[in-house]
């Protein structure tokens, strides 16, 4: 069954995710961002991106141990970036989510020195 989120003004978008201590994946997501941290193909560190933003897609994974998330936004202009979602994307109006849960402890994140990052886990009992 797929669960809905809101989140509220001042709220950190990665924070207030990995927060709910949620498995499982964020299917959509809506809302705005007063500032936005992104992390582009390839950059080692993320990019700041000014506000106002509207949130245009919203996706990624939920694990206890971290999340991997991803967005696109667009500015007051409508030019459009997208990314990695790292700390500091902060609410601001409201972000409303698609979230689908899966059992505790189904998926979790390891480092893998194939790519250098922790990548999701598939954990069958």
Known sequence: MLEALRL???DDLRGALEATGRTGFVVAGIG???QAQLRLAGEPEPT?????LEILTLSGSLTPDGAHLHA???DAAGRVI???VCAGCTVRTTAELLVAPLPAGSLGRAFDAATG?????????
């Open 117 to 125: 990052h922790a990548e999701l886990v598939l954990r069958r009992s």
């Open 8 to 10: 509220n003004p001042g």
């Open 48 to 52: 700041p991106i000014a506000g106002p």
């Open 32 to 34: 705005s961002l007063s």
């Open 82 to 84: 997208g990314g990695h």
């Open 72 to 74: 696109s936004v667009a």
